[in-house]
């Protein structure tokens, strides 16, 4: 019997760790790059104690970008914004767990409006409370740090996470894919793949690298070798 091939694991760059005063710039730097998509970090200062950006910056990114904006909302009552985030170009629309009470409702929203559903779980909320709604997912983001800032170190219980998660969505028929999101760099980043990692946020690691388009190209480099050793041992 032939086994599919695994599919490489798409990069995007956090944009929470670009230059703010260089948003154009640094949204064009990015458009030949490996990023595959460009994660956008939506803060209240409600639901996480920081403030980023909101709707109007969105608008702003997504003029200047060339890749799919992953937007993740870490925001209270995200159901009455979602409208004005697919509008402002959101390609991906990631809310967390913690901050919906209808998660069901809000997903289907989110798939009415025409972007992917996504849904973020913080580092203490366990995997299984996704079961009843996996299968209507085209993303779980798993928090590798506690959400509102960038810069954090990685939280090592999260490679057990991901190995839990792709084990439920296997048993639940969801094609979701798996995102982290914190702390990762080259250290961590083939483990998480190896443990079921389909997509990886990268902030400091790529913005305060001399060069964030090689960081990316070497991280693909990286990522396509891992996936290959594994390909190979199958
Ligand atoms: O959502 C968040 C933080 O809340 C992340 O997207 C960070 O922006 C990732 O940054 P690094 O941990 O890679 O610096």
């Known amino acids: 019997m032939t086994q599919n091939r695994r599919p490489m694991p798409l990069l995007a760059p ?3 760790a670009a230059d703010f005063g260089n948003l154009q710039a640094e949204t064009e730097r990015l458009a030949g790059s490996a990023a ?3 994660h956008c ?3 209240d200062g409600r639901f996480v104690p920081n403030i980023s950006f909101g709707i109007p910056v969105l608008q702003a990114i997504h003029r200047h970008a060339k890749q799919p904006l992953d937007v993740h909302l870490m925001i209270e009552d995200p159901q009455h914004y979602l409208s004005a985030f697919r509008d402002a170009g ?3 629309l990631t809310v967390h767990y913690e901050a919906c009470t209808h998660l ?3 997903i289907q929203q989110i798939k009415q409006l025409g972007c992917k559903a996504g849904v973020a779980l913080n ?3 366990p995997v299984r409370v996704l079961e009843d709604v996996a299968a209507d997912l085209d993303l779980v983001c798993i928090m590798s740090v ?3 800032f960038g810069g954090q170190a990685f939280i090592p219980n999260t490679l057990r996470k991901v190995a839990a998660l ?3 969505l296997v048993d639940c028929g969801s094609s979701a894919l798996i995102e982290i999101d914190g702390g990762v760099t080259s250290e961590n980043a083939s483990a998480l793949v190896e443990a079921g990692a389909d997509v990886l946020v990268a902030g400091s690691f790529v913005f305060n690298a001399p060069d964030p388009v090689a960081t990316l190209a070497e991280l693909r480099a990286q990522l396509a070798a891992t996936v290959n050793a594994e390909e190979a041992n199958r």
């Open 166 to 168: 792709k084990e439920l």
């Open 14 to 16: 956090s944009l929470l």
């Open 90 to 92: 959101a390609h991906n």
């Open 36 to 38: 595959d998509w460009l």
């Open 123 to 125: 580092p203490h909320t």
């Open 104 to 106: 069901h409702r809000v």
């Open 146 to 148: 506690n959400p509102g």
């Open 41 to 43: 970090d939506v803060m």
